[in-house]
């Protein structure tokens, strides 16, 4: 088994830019997972990437759309894993668990869009499938949405309740500053 940890950048798709998704929190998300990818290539630390493939007929990341691209700040290398996903969680139907597991790799660095969905479903199931998981809550962004009782829930509480929800029971929640002062 190995200490060193996987970088795992879920969802960071042009379509998620989108105007129609409404205001988002967080806007230097992208910056901060720029960050800890550029630290992750210079200590030559595994990354793995994860397109989600929508199924949904009205998703801007179906896979015949521009929306589905990886923002380019975010663009794997050659040599970088990549995985697609259908759902929100990136270890259903696909073989990220087995890839992790044949290469010993226990501890996951958590990053992308969006809080509520793929990163906490994501994060959910790393956490039950007993791998060692630190979700990075600056490097995650979440849109406001309307909820079941009516009321508009803005991105920034939307993304700090599930971060919340999230620590101290599937995760550690840090910031992209102590994730890069950390030996590994």
Not at 106 to 115: D, E, H
């Amino acid at each position: 088994m190995s200490d060193t940890p996987v970088l795992l950048i879920i969802a960071v798709q042009k379509g998620l830019a989108e105007p129609s998704l409404g205001q988002r929190n967080n806007p230097e998300a992208e910056a901060n997972m720029v960050k800890l990818l550029t630290a992750w290539r210079d200590r030559r630390w595994p990354t793995v990437h994860i397109r989600h493939n929508s199924v949904e007929a009205n998703s801007t990341l179906r896979p015949e759309l521009p929306g589905n691209a990886y923002k380019d700040e975010i663009l794997p290398l050659p040599g970088e894993i990549e995985f697609c996903k259908t759902t929100n969680s990136a270890f259903v139907g696909t073989g990220l668990e087995q890839h992790l597991r044949d290469n010993g790799l226990t501890k996951l660095v958590i990053v992308g869009l969006t809080t509520d969905h793929c990163v906490s479903a994501t994060t959910r199931s790393a956490a039950d499938l007993g791998f060692d998981v630190t979700l990075v809550a600056d490097a995650s962004a979440a849109f406001g949405r309307r909820g079941y009782d009516g009321k508009f829930y803005s991105g920034e509480q939307i993304h700090r309740v599930n971060v919340v929800s999230l620590d101290g029971e599937f995760c550690r929640v840090r910031q992209t500053a102590q994730v890069l002062e950390e030996p590994g």
